[in-house]
């Protein structure tokens, strides 16, 4: 049973479009979420939230976290086809293996012109 | 600034044949090192990790096996290769358990 759950598992859009990404959770002992963008091979570093409620903010991205209903969003605000790529949430747990980032199966947005 | 090598960047071997992938850390010391493979379809699985040398834990019982020889050199390897070990396979480490992973350009394994 997966832990980590996104949806939608795929998204199409105009450039100028908002998009939301959702990222639900179900572990033992929550540490911290972290949201990676993957373009074509390595996953780059979005945002981590710890804490409920606090927005993190990056330009036209950013991302909040619930710990109450175990999720997370992550919103892209006036779309460019640069933000195509497959998006990943992941959660760390206490305990564990060391660290270890337990991912969902990710979102691929795709932004047309 | 602390950069993560992995090589090679895309490898075809045939079934039977061994493995072995090599990822480097630079410009920081004692790291936590991951090794994760991505399946299409599926979310990246951890496959071992690593919080200091000669020091490895396995997740998924598989035909692969782990390595540290030195603080910022993490080893994939295989003995015989399977057509199932075909994936994607990505290093990651951080700096301490909860802080973001930095990962490699990863290793496009295609076993034939």
């Known amino acids: 049973e997966d832990k980590v759950v996104q949806s939608p598992l795929s998204l199409v859009v105009h450039e100028g479009d908002t998009v939301t990404l959702n990222c639900s959770y179900e572990v033992t002992n929550f540490r911290s979420l972290l949201w990676y963008k993957q373009e074509k091979k390595a996953p780059t570093f979005l945002f981590m939230l710890t804490s409920s409620g606090i927005e993190k903010k990056s330009g036209r991205l950013s991302s909040i976290l619930d710990k109450k209903e175990l999720f997370s969003i992550l919103n892209i605000t006036a779309t460019q086809t640069g933000d195509s790529a497959i998006y990943l949430c992941a959660v760390v747990e206490y305990g564990g293996s060391q660290g270890n980032l337990i991912f969902g199966k990710g979102t691929k947005l795709s932004v047309k012109p | 600034s602390q950069t993560i090598h992995q090589w090679p960047a895309t490898l075809v071997q045939p079934v039977g044949s061994p493995l072995s992938l090599e990822c480097t850390v630079e410009?920081?010391?004692?790291?936590?090192l991951y090794w994760y493979r991505q399946a299409a379809g599926r979310g990246l699985q951890l496959l071992f990790y690593?919080?200091?040398?000669?020091?490895i834990s396995s997740e998924v019982p598989q035909n692969l096996s782990a390595s540290r020889p030195q603080d910022r050199q993490f080893i994939l390897s295989s003995k015989k290769l399977l057509l199932s070990d075909s994936g994607f396979y990505l290093c990651a480490w951080k700096r301490q358990v909860n802080t973001e992973a930095f990962f490699g350009q990863g290793t496009r394994l295609t076993v034939v």
């Open positions: 410009g920081t010391s004692n790291p936590n």
């Open positions: 690593s919080v200091g040398i000669g020091q």
